[in-house]
């Protein structure tokens, strides 16, 4: 199990580096001078390259690398060119809300995500199994923005079930996670379904059926024990697909998250905000992944002789 | 009369026999077990159609402001006889819009498909052909692009390197290849081991002969597929880019941009949200199912 444990914490930590030097290489694509950029268009050349110095920027590639990750490891995330905050604050500030978002994004997806794919997998290849899984092939497909400003047209401003955006409570969190969680759910059914299929295909499931156990305790008390456990293991997709999708919905209903730090340093090109947010949700994913196997491989032991 | 004995004489048994079927029958089993693959392939159609015709099936020009395209109040107008789906708040004709809109859409699902492929089938079989340093360094790299969220990844890209359609393909086209990769370099691992290739090996046959000739052809099942489904993908994230605003750039259409302009004014005019909405869920949908069929068809083992 150590082994198996230190395995993997040095393949994560690869990947962290990976990703540090990618986001590190991607803001030397920007067009213009970062050194310009902060001290604005009218500044002398001399000013420029005083900044240019203090930043380090006339530094070889690896020794600002190596800086960065400095500053990474202390937990500077760099300074907003926009207003001179640190972007950890900026982030900070924000963090609560999408974490809320998010979270509620994550139970609707396994409340309609499981239910649905028990369903198909228990009435595999029937009409109920077919109608569930294009129903999910539909869920897949839709504009998640686009399916959060029909709700806010018709249940919110029509209807006037649910706040239009916003924060403030339950209330205003239901639309946006609904929204949030539409594409995950259908994902989970096909995972679910899939996981659980193989499980009834299964001797012990069998030998419980022959026995006369009745089809409800089969299905809950054997198989969907084992079945949910592969599912468990998408977490760190599930993340991704959560924290790209907040990037959208925060616009959609005007919700003051991460999300929408990101959007609005998009249109400022305030680079530091925006490789920041993204360096964050790529080392979140990681820490989630590797959480997940570690917990999977006390789960199921087998998994460390692979 | 006298042309009746050329026909066969048991037609009708042919068809119910057990003899083999004629084209159309064969098509029509195939339909049958494969609904989702032709129901995805005729919307595909459909938006191909469209797209390339759209000078032609457009009904106005998409960027001219009417004059008589606002009310009094200056709100766009609901649907009419000369605006079959109504007007923008630019006054501009949503139908053509939305016609044109196809085009980019198009444009970016496919050739940023097609990018990703390029990389992911390059990377996967050098990866699994290979083996050893080789394979690892390729993995290892596609762990990292896969760890960051895709859509905000390409977003940030799309930001740093200018909002424009070209750089909207390539960003996507460029960050999208990891999971093609590892699909292939598995399928590879597999192909690698069965006896014919292993016979090209033993007598001498080059490696690129063999990565061409034995390989390849056998991994092109999964590359169909994936390569359908990325395109719809692909569809959604272009919409997206352009809904904040940093992919294509108005006044040209795009579904995304149309939903954006359509939010500040969907009280008054819910078509503008209604209409490039159901054209981008249809599209998507489209690829979604043909992708879905298509491997149901051509592997049921993979991706399942």
């Known amino acids: ?306 | 009369m006298s042309q009746l004995p050329l026909q066969p004489a048991n037609s009708a048994a042919v068809a119910a026999g057990p003899r083999p079927r004629t084209r159309s029958q064969r098509l029509w089993k195939l339909m049958r077990s494969y609904p989702s693959m032709f129901i995805g392939g005729f919307i595909v159609l459909v938006m191909i159609v469209v797209a390339v015709f759209a000078p032609v099936l457009a009904p106005h020009d998409p960027l001219h402001q009417f004059d008589n395209g606002l009310n009094q109040m200056g709100m766009p107008l609901g649907p009419s006889h000369q605006f079959l789906l109504g007007t923008d708040p630019e006054g501009r004709d949503v139908l053509s819009r939305v016609i044109f809109g196809a085009r980019v859409s198009l444009e970016v699902g496919v050739f940023a498909a097609l990018i990703s492929l390029v990389i992911g089938v390059v990377l996967g079989v050098v990866s699994g052909y290979f083996g050893g340093w080789v394979d690892m360094v390729i993995m290892r790299f596609t762990d990292i692009i896969l760890a960051f969220p895709f859509l905000l990844f390409v977003i940030a890209l799309v930001a740093i390197l200018q909002p424009s359609v070209a750089n909207v393909y390539i960003a996507i086209g460029v960050l999208g290849w990891a999971q093609m990769a590892r699909i292939i370099r598995g399928q590879v691992l597999q192909v690698k081991e069965f006896e014919y290739v292993q016979a090209a090996r033993a007598i001498g046959a080059r490696a690129g002969f063999i990565i061409f000739k034995e390989i390849l052809p056998n991994v092109l099942a999964p590359v169909i597929v994936f390569t359908t489904l990325n395109v719809g993908t692909n569809i959604l994230i272009e919409s997206s880019l352009s809904f904040l605003g940093i992919g294509v750039q108005p006044p040209h259409p795009s579904w995304g941009n149309m939903l954006q302009e359509g939010m500040t004014v969907m009280q008054l005019a819910p078509w503008m949200i209604y209409v490039p909405g159901l054209s981008l869920l249809l599209a998507v949908l489209g690829f979604n199912l043909l992708g879905d069929g298509l491997r149901d068809w051509l592997d049921p083992r993979v991706g399942k």
């Open chain 1, 1 to 306: 199990m150590l082994a198996y444990i230190v395995r993997r914490l040095g393949g994560a930590i690869v990947v962290l580096i990976g990703i540090s030097m990618v986001t590190f290489l991607i803001t030397f694509a920007v067009p213009g001078d970062p050194a310009r950029m902060i001290v604005g268009p009218h500044a002398s050349m001399q000013v420029v390259e005083q900044v240019r110095h203090n930043l380090g920027l006339d530094k070889p590639l690896y020794i600002q690398y190596l800086n960065y990750m400095g500053r990474l490891l202390h937990g500077n995330l760099g300074y907003s060119y926009n207003d001179n905050l640190p972007v950890w604050t900026l982030i900070r500030q924000r963090m609560g809300n999408t974490a809320q978002l998010a979270f509620g994004g994550w139970i609707v997806e396994l409340a309609i995500g499981i239910p649905f794919g028990l369903i198909s997998a228990l009435r595999h290849q029937k009409l109920s199994d077919y109608v569930v899984s294009f129903l999910a092939t539909f869920g897949f497909s839709l504009p998640a923005f686009w399916l959060g400003m029909e709700l806010i047209y018709n249940v919110a401003y029509k209807l006037h079930w649910f706040p239009i955006g916003g924060t403030g409570g339950i209330r205003h969190l239901v639309l946006p996670a609904v929204t949030l969680g539409i594409v995950g759910a259908a994902f989970y059914q096909r995972l679910i379904k899939a996981s659980m299929l193989e499980v009834f295909d299964q001797d012990y499931i069998r030998t419980a059926r022959a026995n006369g156990v009745p089809p409800f305790r089969v299905t809950f008390h054997h198989a969907f024990r084992n079945g949910i456990i592969p599912a468990v293991t998408y977490a760190g997709m599930d993340i991704s697909l959560l924290l790209g999708g907040v990037v959208l919905i925060e616009q959609v209903f005007n919700y003051p998250g991460v999300g929408e730090l990101a959007y609005m340093s998009i249109n400022n090109l305030d680079v530091p905000v925006i490789m920041a947010t993204v360096l964050l949700a790529a080392v979140f994913v990681v820490v989630a992944n590797f959480v997940v196997d570690i917990l999977y491989a006390f789960i199921d032991p087998r998994i460390t002789l692979s």
